[in-house]
């Protein structure tokens, strides 16, 4: 395991770094899981799950019962609506904004939304490559501004798989960017973990928030310098500080 001190937090969490690292670590040499979150969540059989319906029912029964609304974004994960779940784990972290399991937990579902429409956009351009007219696609994709897609096709799309691009692009920005957010939340509840640190690190570089990355990343490296992953993370550091100073170089150029 990569982290091997991560050990404490929950099995979701284990799949939320396993994708980051799959997708946008490979400098690290980590190998791509067989297991998705939605495997986690929805394996194993549902015992102690309660049933949507009866989470439902104690949230409008007790708005401010924050266990409610923790049982319910349980259930609805465990029956693969993650949206709704979105919703409920946000209104759980409204009445306990210090439970930083369930902000992880809310980061990696924001992730995964952002893999899954990344998906979506890159299906689309596909088809749009056997059905092109000409139209070229704007690809500001992550926060930055840089392309998550390296289009190769060279542009001639139809109006309405340009818009599928966009909108599944837009999408996935807003996700990855929501995760990076959640995970500032927790590293000022828990400024002093390392593991925290490179959590926001991995996260921010996922979502193409290069500068956050990088802060993050040096963070780490402040509050532990001796750690095993010390060298790997100064390779990742010096190659997103690269990208960085290019991407200033353009915008001043």
């Known amino acids: 395991m990569f982290f091997p001190r991560l050990r404490r937090h929950a099995k979701w969490m284990f799949v939320f770094l396993a ?71 946000e209104t759980y972290i409204g009445l306990k904004p210090a439970d930083t399991d369930a902000l992880r937990e809310l980061a990696g579902l924001h992730l995964n939304e952002a893999t899954v429409k990344r998906n979506e956009a890159q299906l689309a351009q596909v088809r749009a490559a056997y ?45 990855a960017s929501s995760a990076v957010t959640i995970y500032q939340k927790i590293v000022k509840l828990q400024p002093n973990d390392p593991n925290v640190a490179l959590e926001l690190a991995s996260t921010a570089q996922q ?27 100064k390779q990742q550091l010096k190659l997103l500080q690269q990208q960085v100073s290019a991407s200033a170089s353009t915008s001043s150029g």
Do not use: C, H, M
């Open 207 to 233: 979502a193409g928030d290069y500068p956050v990355a990088v802060a993050a990343y040096k963070r780490f490296l402040r509050l532990a310098p001796d750690d095993p992953n010390a060298p790997i993370v």
């Open 19 to 89: 994708l980051v690292f799959a997708v946008g670590f490979v400098g690290f040499g980590v190998g791509a899981g067989g297991t998705g979150i939605g495997d986690i969540l929805q394996g194993g059989g549902s015992s102690g799950v309660p049933s949507v319906s009866d989470a439902r029912k104690k949230t409008e029964k007790n708005p401010k019962d924050a266990q409610a609304w923790r049982d319910l974004a349980t259930a609805l994960q465990t029956s693969g609506k993650t949206d709704e779940a979105v919703a409920a784990l």
């Open 131 to 175: 059905s092109g007219t000409g139209q070229n696609v704007p690809w500001a994709f992550t926060v930055d501004g840089q392309s998550i897609l390296n289009d190769p096709i060279g542009g001639a799309i139809s109006a309405q798989e340009s818009v599928a691009i966009n909108n599944a692009a837009a999408a996935a920005n807003l996700a």
